[in-house]
Protein backbone atom coordinates (compact mmCIF):
# COMPACT_ATOMS: atom_id res chain seq x y z
CA UNK A 1 0.00 0.00 0.00
CA UNK A 2 1.34 3.20 -0.68
CA UNK A 3 0.18 6.13 1.06
CA UNK A 4 0.66 10.13 0.04
CA UNK A 5 0.74 12.60 3.09
CA UNK A 6 0.41 16.13 2.58
CA UNK A 7 -0.11 19.61 3.54
CA UNK A 8 -3.90 20.53 3.01
CA UNK A 9 -2.87 23.92 1.75
CA UNK A 10 -1.70 25.08 -2.00
CA UNK A 11 1.73 24.11 -1.61
CA UNK A 12 1.13 20.63 -0.11
CA UNK A 13 -1.77 20.23 -2.61
CA UNK A 14 -0.34 21.69 -5.64
CA UNK A 15 3.34 19.51 -4.99
CA UNK A 16 1.68 16.17 -4.92
CA UNK A 17 -0.56 17.26 -8.03
CA UNK A 18 2.12 17.95 -10.20
CA UNK A 19 3.47 14.51 -9.43
CA UNK A 20 0.37 12.61 -9.92
CA UNK A 21 0.02 14.30 -12.64
CA UNK A 22 3.44 13.42 -14.39
CA UNK A 23 4.47 10.27 -15.86
CA UNK A 24 7.59 10.35 -13.82
CA UNK A 25 5.69 9.86 -10.39
CA UNK A 26 2.20 8.31 -11.72
CA UNK A 27 -0.74 7.55 -9.53
CA UNK A 28 0.13 4.42 -7.89
CA UNK A 29 -3.30 1.90 -8.00
CA UNK A 30 -3.37 1.50 -4.16
CA UNK A 31 -2.94 4.74 -2.20
CA UNK A 32 -4.31 6.29 0.71
CA UNK A 33 -4.52 9.92 0.88
CA UNK A 34 -3.49 11.01 4.48
CA UNK A 35 -4.00 15.21 4.39
CA UNK A 36 -6.27 17.32 7.17
CA UNK A 37 -6.04 21.58 7.98
CA UNK A 38 -2.88 23.51 7.31
CA UNK A 39 -1.67 23.11 10.84
CA UNK A 40 -2.24 19.37 11.08
CA UNK A 41 1.31 18.67 10.26
CA UNK A 42 1.79 15.40 12.66
CA UNK A 43 0.57 13.82 9.56
CA UNK A 44 3.36 11.06 8.86
CA UNK A 45 2.11 9.13 12.44
CA UNK A 46 -1.19 8.35 10.52
CA UNK A 47 0.73 5.86 8.62
CA UNK A 48 0.92 2.03 9.25
CA UNK A 49 4.25 1.18 9.02
CA UNK A 50 3.43 -2.26 8.75
CA UNK A 51 1.12 -1.82 5.94
CA UNK A 52 3.14 0.83 3.75
CA UNK A 53 5.06 -0.39 0.78
CA UNK A 54 6.02 3.41 0.32
CA UNK A 55 5.15 6.95 1.09
CA UNK A 56 5.57 9.75 -0.42
CA UNK A 57 5.84 13.08 1.94
CA UNK A 58 4.96 16.25 0.83
CA UNK A 59 5.14 20.14 2.53
CA UNK A 60 5.07 18.83 6.49
CA UNK A 61 8.57 19.30 8.83
CA UNK A 62 10.90 16.38 9.13
CA UNK A 63 11.73 17.72 12.32
CA UNK A 64 7.44 17.30 13.47
CA UNK A 65 7.48 14.19 12.13
CA UNK A 66 11.03 12.66 12.63
CA UNK A 67 9.43 9.44 15.04
CA UNK A 68 7.39 8.40 12.34
CA UNK A 69 9.65 8.42 9.63
CA UNK A 70 12.53 7.05 11.42
CA UNK A 71 9.74 4.18 12.02
CA UNK A 72 9.34 3.74 8.29
CA UNK A 73 13.18 3.74 7.64
CA UNK A 74 13.64 1.36 10.10
CA UNK A 75 11.49 -1.01 8.34
CA UNK A 76 12.47 -0.55 5.09
CA UNK A 77 9.50 1.68 3.54
CA UNK A 78 10.46 3.82 0.33
CA UNK A 79 10.18 7.21 1.12
CA UNK A 80 10.19 10.01 -1.07
CA UNK A 81 10.01 13.44 1.38
CA UNK A 82 9.96 16.84 -0.07
CA UNK A 83 9.31 19.91 2.40
CA UNK A 84 10.83 23.96 3.07
CA UNK A 85 10.04 23.69 6.57
CA UNK A 86 12.45 23.16 9.52
CA UNK A 87 14.14 19.66 8.66
CA UNK A 88 16.41 18.56 12.36
CA UNK A 89 18.96 15.68 11.36
CA UNK A 90 17.96 14.13 8.08
CA UNK A 91 18.01 10.40 8.59
CA UNK A 92 21.06 9.04 6.41
CA UNK A 93 19.03 6.34 4.55
CA UNK A 94 18.91 3.98 1.50
CA UNK A 95 15.14 3.89 1.79
CA UNK A 96 14.99 7.52 1.59
CA UNK A 97 14.73 9.91 -1.19
CA UNK A 98 14.27 13.80 0.22
CA UNK A 99 14.54 17.17 -1.53
CA UNK A 100 14.70 19.69 1.62
CA UNK A 101 15.35 23.17 1.02
CA UNK A 102 14.83 25.79 3.77
CA UNK A 103 15.58 28.93 1.97
CA UNK A 104 12.91 31.38 2.92
CA UNK A 105 12.22 32.20 -1.15
CA UNK A 106 11.11 28.55 -2.00
CA UNK A 107 8.22 26.18 -1.61
CA UNK A 108 7.81 22.49 -1.71
CA UNK A 109 5.79 23.01 -4.95
CA UNK A 110 8.92 25.02 -6.40
CA UNK A 111 10.92 21.86 -5.61
CA UNK A 112 8.87 19.24 -7.15
CA UNK A 113 8.42 22.33 -10.43
CA UNK A 114 12.79 21.91 -10.18
CA UNK A 115 12.38 17.92 -10.03
CA UNK A 116 9.64 17.59 -13.55
CA UNK A 117 11.55 19.69 -15.36
CA UNK A 118 9.22 22.39 -15.58
CA UNK A 119 6.57 19.74 -16.32
CA UNK A 120 3.59 21.00 -14.84
CA UNK A 121 4.90 24.94 -14.07
CA UNK A 122 1.27 27.18 -14.03
CA UNK A 123 0.09 24.70 -11.25
CA UNK A 124 3.92 25.12 -9.55
CA UNK A 125 3.56 29.18 -9.97
CA UNK A 126 -0.31 29.33 -8.57
CA UNK A 127 0.99 27.36 -5.92
CA UNK A 128 4.12 29.90 -4.61
CA UNK A 129 1.42 32.27 -4.90
CA UNK A 130 -0.81 30.66 -2.60
CA UNK A 131 2.13 30.22 -0.19
CA UNK A 132 2.78 34.09 -0.84
CA UNK A 133 5.95 33.45 -2.43
CA UNK A 134 5.03 36.44 -4.38
CA UNK A 135 8.51 37.16 -6.05
CA UNK A 136 9.63 33.46 -6.70
CA UNK A 137 6.07 33.14 -8.46
CA UNK A 138 6.30 36.56 -10.49
CA UNK A 139 9.65 35.72 -11.59
CA UNK A 140 8.81 32.13 -12.54
CA UNK A 141 5.92 33.63 -14.67
CA UNK A 142 8.01 35.90 -16.23
CA UNK A 143 10.38 33.15 -17.19
CA UNK A 144 8.05 31.29 -19.17
CA UNK A 145 6.61 34.15 -20.58
CA UNK A 146 3.47 34.22 -18.70
CA UNK A 147 1.27 37.88 -19.11
CA UNK A 148 0.23 39.68 -16.14
CA UNK A 149 -3.78 38.41 -16.32
CA UNK A 150 -2.09 35.20 -16.20
CA UNK A 151 0.00 36.00 -13.36
CA UNK A 152 -3.08 37.55 -11.62
CA UNK A 153 -5.07 34.79 -12.39
CA UNK A 154 -2.85 32.02 -11.25
CA UNK A 155 -2.89 34.27 -7.94
CA UNK A 156 -6.03 34.00 -7.53
CA UNK A 157 -6.49 30.71 -7.37
CA UNK A 158 -3.41 29.66 -5.07
CA UNK A 159 -5.15 31.81 -2.53
CA UNK A 160 -8.28 30.35 -2.75
CA UNK A 161 -6.65 26.69 -2.55
CA UNK A 162 -4.52 28.13 0.07
CA UNK A 163 -7.79 29.54 2.17
CA UNK A 164 -9.04 26.73 1.62
CA UNK A 165 -7.02 24.29 4.33
CA UNK A 166 -7.34 26.95 7.25
CA UNK A 167 -9.75 25.47 10.01
CA UNK A 168 -9.55 24.39 13.38
CA UNK A 169 -10.75 21.28 11.93
CA UNK A 170 -11.99 19.62 8.63
CA UNK A 171 -15.33 20.68 9.10
CA UNK A 172 -14.39 24.41 9.01
CA UNK A 173 -13.51 24.02 5.60
CA UNK A 174 -15.36 24.54 2.31
CA UNK A 175 -13.63 21.17 0.94
CA UNK A 176 -11.95 18.14 2.37
CA UNK A 177 -7.65 18.66 1.53
CA UNK A 178 -7.89 15.11 0.08
CA UNK A 179 -10.86 16.00 -2.04
CA UNK A 180 -10.21 19.16 -3.70
CA UNK A 181 -7.00 17.31 -4.23
CA UNK A 182 -9.03 14.58 -6.46
CA UNK A 183 -11.27 17.47 -7.80
CA UNK A 184 -8.06 18.95 -9.02
CA UNK A 185 -6.63 16.09 -10.46
CA UNK A 186 -9.02 16.48 -13.98
CA UNK A 187 -7.21 19.28 -14.70
CA UNK A 188 -3.33 18.87 -16.23
CA UNK A 189 -3.85 23.03 -17.06
CA UNK A 190 -5.07 25.31 -13.72
CA UNK A 191 -6.37 27.57 -17.04
CA UNK A 192 -8.74 24.99 -17.31
CA UNK A 193 -9.87 25.10 -14.11
CA UNK A 194 -10.02 28.73 -14.34
CA UNK A 195 -12.08 28.91 -17.67
CA UNK A 196 -14.95 26.56 -16.33
CA UNK A 197 -17.50 28.86 -15.37
CA UNK A 198 -19.07 26.79 -12.21
CA UNK A 199 -15.80 25.18 -11.27
CA UNK A 200 -14.22 24.97 -7.88
CA UNK A 201 -12.21 27.98 -8.52
CA UNK A 202 -15.75 30.71 -8.73
CA UNK A 203 -17.03 28.60 -5.84
CA UNK A 204 -14.01 29.26 -3.98
CA UNK A 205 -13.72 32.62 -4.75
CA UNK A 206 -17.11 33.38 -3.93
CA UNK A 207 -16.49 32.14 -0.61
CA UNK A 208 -13.17 33.86 0.06
CA UNK A 209 -14.85 37.26 -0.56
CA UNK A 210 -17.44 36.73 1.97
CA UNK A 211 -14.96 35.98 4.54
CA UNK A 212 -12.58 38.39 3.92
CA UNK A 213 -14.83 41.57 3.80
CA UNK A 214 -15.55 40.41 7.49
CA UNK A 215 -11.92 40.26 8.09
CA UNK A 216 -11.51 43.85 7.37
CA UNK A 217 -13.19 44.68 10.44
CA UNK A 218 -11.14 42.96 12.67
CA UNK A 219 -10.11 44.57 15.97
CA UNK A 220 -6.06 45.81 15.95
CA UNK A 221 -4.57 44.47 18.84
CA UNK A 222 -1.00 46.21 18.67
CA UNK A 223 0.18 48.28 15.89
CA UNK A 224 3.89 49.05 16.31
CA UNK A 225 7.19 50.22 13.79
CA UNK A 226 8.24 46.62 13.95
CA UNK A 227 4.23 44.52 14.47
CA UNK A 228 0.54 44.82 13.93
CA UNK A 229 -1.62 42.30 15.55
CA UNK A 230 -5.25 41.83 14.83
CA UNK A 231 -7.32 39.04 16.38
CA UNK A 232 -10.15 37.94 14.44
CA UNK A 233 -13.46 35.99 16.05
CA UNK A 234 -13.91 32.27 17.18
CA UNK A 235 -16.09 31.86 14.20
CA UNK A 236 -15.35 29.40 11.19
CA UNK A 237 -15.23 31.90 8.50
CA UNK A 238 -12.29 34.08 11.08
CA UNK A 239 -10.65 30.50 11.00
CA UNK A 240 -10.55 29.84 7.66
CA UNK A 241 -9.45 33.26 6.59
CA UNK A 242 -7.03 33.81 9.56
CA UNK A 243 -3.53 32.28 7.22
CA UNK A 244 -4.52 34.87 3.94
CA UNK A 245 -5.93 37.70 5.85
CA UNK A 246 -2.03 37.52 7.56
CA UNK A 247 -0.68 37.22 4.00
CA UNK A 248 -2.45 40.24 2.59
CA UNK A 249 -1.94 42.53 5.84
CA UNK A 250 1.89 41.54 5.04
CA UNK A 251 1.85 42.55 1.34
CA UNK A 252 0.44 45.94 2.25
CA UNK A 253 2.64 46.40 5.10
CA UNK A 254 6.82 44.90 3.69
CA UNK A 255 8.32 46.28 6.76
CA UNK A 256 6.79 45.09 9.40
CA UNK A 257 5.76 41.80 11.01
CA UNK A 258 1.92 40.69 11.00
CA UNK A 259 0.22 38.62 13.35
CA UNK A 260 -3.19 36.96 13.19
CA UNK A 261 -4.93 36.10 16.27
CA UNK A 262 -8.02 33.84 17.32
CA UNK A 263 -9.28 32.74 20.27
CA UNK A 264 -9.44 29.06 20.65
CA UNK A 265 -12.71 27.10 22.26
CA UNK A 266 -12.00 26.24 26.06
CA UNK A 267 -13.18 23.17 28.06
CA UNK A 268 -11.61 24.12 30.97
CA UNK A 269 -12.84 28.00 32.46
CA UNK A 270 -9.62 30.67 32.57
CA UNK A 271 -7.31 28.43 30.22
CA UNK A 272 -7.80 30.61 26.96
CA UNK A 273 -5.50 29.77 24.12
CA UNK A 274 -4.97 31.33 20.87
CA UNK A 275 -4.12 30.53 17.23
CA UNK A 276 -1.10 32.80 15.97
CA UNK A 277 -0.54 33.15 12.18
CA UNK A 278 2.51 34.98 12.40
CA UNK A 279 4.32 36.25 9.29
CA UNK A 280 7.87 37.85 9.18
CA UNK A 281 8.40 41.52 6.89
CA UNK A 282 8.50 40.61 3.31
CA UNK A 283 11.20 42.74 3.85
CA UNK A 284 13.02 40.91 6.14
CA UNK A 285 11.85 36.91 5.77
CA UNK A 286 13.23 35.46 8.85
CA UNK A 287 12.81 34.25 12.32
CA UNK A 288 9.00 33.76 11.89
CA UNK A 289 9.45 29.70 12.71
CA UNK A 290 12.19 30.29 15.28
CA UNK A 291 10.27 32.97 16.99
CA UNK A 292 7.10 30.81 16.97
CA UNK A 293 9.11 27.32 18.07
CA UNK A 294 9.70 28.87 20.71
CA UNK A 295 6.65 29.01 22.60
CA UNK A 296 4.30 25.52 22.85
CA UNK A 297 2.49 24.39 19.89
CA UNK A 298 4.70 26.95 17.38
CA UNK A 299 6.73 26.03 14.42
CA UNK A 300 7.04 26.97 11.18
CA UNK A 301 9.67 28.47 8.55
CA UNK A 302 11.64 31.29 8.31
CA UNK A 303 8.86 33.69 6.72
CA UNK A 304 5.43 32.27 8.09
CA UNK A 305 4.53 29.98 11.09
CA UNK A 306 2.14 29.63 14.05
CA UNK A 307 0.71 28.82 17.28
CA UNK A 308 -1.56 26.18 17.58
CA UNK A 309 -2.67 26.87 21.22
CA UNK A 310 -0.08 29.87 22.95
CA UNK A 311 -2.02 30.69 26.20
CA UNK A 312 -3.66 33.71 27.24
CA UNK A 313 -0.69 34.93 29.22
CA UNK A 314 1.53 34.50 27.29
CA UNK A 315 -0.01 36.88 24.46
CA UNK A 316 2.23 39.76 25.74
CA UNK A 317 5.47 37.95 25.81
CA UNK A 318 4.55 36.74 22.65
CA UNK A 319 4.25 40.35 21.49
CA UNK A 320 7.18 41.26 23.30
CA UNK A 321 9.60 38.85 21.38
CA UNK A 322 8.66 39.36 17.82
CA UNK A 323 8.61 43.26 18.47
CA UNK A 324 12.21 43.16 20.02
CA UNK A 325 13.58 40.48 17.03
CA UNK A 326 12.86 42.81 14.19
CA UNK A 327 14.02 46.40 15.74
Same mark, same amino acid.
Given at each position: ???????????????????????????????????????????????????????????????????????????????????????????????????????????????????????????????????????????????????????????????????????????????????????????????????????????????????????????????? $?? !???? +?? &?? %??? @????? =????????????????????????????????????? $?? !???? +?? &?? %??? @????? =??????????????????????????????
Amino acid at each position: MHFDVFNGDADGIIALLQLRLSQRHSQPENVTLVTGVKRDISLLKQVDANKATSVTVLDISLEKNSDALTELLDKQVATFYVDHHRSGDIPDSDYLTSIINTDANTCTSLLVNQHLDGEFVNWAIAAAFGDNMQDSAEKLAQQYQLSSMQQALLKELGIYINYNGYGRSVDDLHFHPAQLFEKLLSYSDPFDLINESDSIFHQLKSAYLADMSKAQQSTVLIDN $AQ !LSAV +QL &AD %EPW @ARRVS =GVFGNELANASPNKAHAVITLNESQLAGSNTYTVSLR $AP !LNNK +QG &AG %ELC @ASFPT =GGGRAAAAGINALPEEMLGDFFQRVSKYYQ
